[in-house]
């Protein structure tokens, strides 16, 4: 099966650094696969992330190929990949009403008039399960709880029916009960659009709840990767073993 | 059993706008010599406001805290530095916590020298001794902060901390922010640290996975109210609150697949 997106040898050098941030990663992404990419501060996880969405800066020395074989084109930004980053105080505009945001994305992806993207957003934000969500578009981020904002930054990821979703620690910066509310929100959607979804995360436990499959990553590159079934009850690597040893749970 | 910190009763309402919000309603709670209390719960319920009330960074409405058997809350000068010495304090993020140009060394020489804890002549071997005791090769002593890990950081943070000798250390949300492999370090580090010295350790957390390793009682916040108050194990596989039902349905587990995949 054609896969939909496929790295091969891609490898990043930013610049002034002595060491690659990725080196010789193969990869593929099936059609509305959920893959985790997991690994700790320097692994290269987010690196990948933003290197599939080619939002790296400029500066970057970039080895190896992304190709889209899923798509007839290159992949647009927010048309065929949508984006949830960490931290949604500092990815949204503070000056604009939420749903003018999620608008936004929609006017200009799917050549539609503002006045249709602004029905459109409110049904998103609907979907994101917002209460009021006619009432909450008007409403600025700074008025927004972290899980909200969360929230209006997936319907903004989403509204233009993306193929793939990244997220990139996109709950890290909340609370546990928040962070399981977004985790289950991010599950319900790629299943009802059959998107796929890139998962990048620290915690390979919230990742192996929701993955097909998992990625483990360290100091750029590409350790392991198997079904998350495979990974979690036989890792082959010393490395996985011991990310596995030290997830703290409740029960052990 | 004796008491290290008792409090009572504290309560804190901010202003905001022209609505007066309670960040903490009522709150007490104790923790005996070496014991370590979890304070946990969803961000906004007033887990931090508990822990910047003990350092004296905000004054409560109402309540009593009891440290050591002295009144916390009317000390000033000299005798609130010298209680100061006694309850140390680790943050979340040390980058933020310290001066960026300081040296590791600085650092820790910091509150060896402002609480006099030992002679100028002998603090380079006090510092080599606390950087060892926490695990950090005396190497390190003349780096800059920004020229080490995040984890090593965090062990400078708790050198520092220990240096005063202190019986009791606040750990807020002290390890969020770690990678995992570092974090499950730095929890057993705390917790041999504990069972040397002796000190007691307030740990403020929202991930209930990090307070189980470490907590032998765990009180659970939520709306500036303590909902819910017991031993770690108990309220950990029966909480009675639903703000205890719900954070531990919240924590990640890593599923567990019956058959092995060929």
Known sequence: ?252 | MSTLLQVEGLSKRYRRGNQEVAALDGVSLSIAPGETLALVGPSGSGKSTVARILLRLVEPDAGRISFNGEALLGLRGAALRAIRANLQMVFQDPMAAFNPRATVAGLIDDPLRIHGIVGRAERPRAIATLLERVGLATELAGRRVHEISGGQRQRVAIARALATRPALIVLDEAVSALDVLVRADILSLLAELQRDEGVAYLFISHDLGAVRAIAHRIAIMDGGRIVEQGEAATVIAAPASATGRALVAATPELPVFKETVS
Request: glycine share 8%.
């Open chain 1, 1 to 252: 099966m054609t896969p939909l997106l496929e790295l091969r040898g891609l490898g990043v050098r930013y610049k002034g650094a002595v060491a690659p941030a990725l080196e010789g990663v193969d990869l593929d992404l099936a059609a509305g696969e959920r893959l985790a990419i997991i690994g700790e501060s320097g692994s290269g996880k987010s690196t990948l992330a933003r290197a599939v969405a080619e939002l790296l800066p400029q500066t970057v020395i970039q080895q190896g190929t992304v190709a889209w074989p899923g798509l007839d084109q290159k992949a647009r930004n927010g048309r065929d990949i949508g984006f949830v980053f960490q931290d949604p105080a500092s990815s949204l505009d503070p000056v604009m009403p939420v749903g003018d945001q999620v608008a936004e994305v929609a006017h200009a992806n799917l050549d539609m008039d503002w006045r249709a993207a602004r029905r459109l957003a409110v049904e998103l934000l609907d979907r994101v399960r917002l209460p009021e969500p006619a009432l909450l578009a008007q409403a600025y981020p700074h008025q927004l709880s972290g899980g909200q904002k969360q929230r209006v930054a997936i319907a903004a990821a989403i509204v233009a029916r993306p193929r793939l979703l990244i997220a990139d620690e996109a709950t890290s910066a909340l609370d546990t009960i928040v962070q399981a509310e977004i985790m289950a929100l991010i599950s319900a959607l790629v299943a009802e659009d059959g998107m796929a979804l890139l998962f990048v995360s620290h915690d390979i436990a919230l990742a192996a709840n929701l993955a097909d499959r998992v990625a483990v990553f360290r100091h750029g590159r590409l350790v392991e990767q198997a079904a998350t079934a495979e990974l979690v009850s036989q890792p082959r690597t010393d490395y996985s073993r011991a990310l596995l040893a030290a997830h703290l749970g409740l029960h052990a």
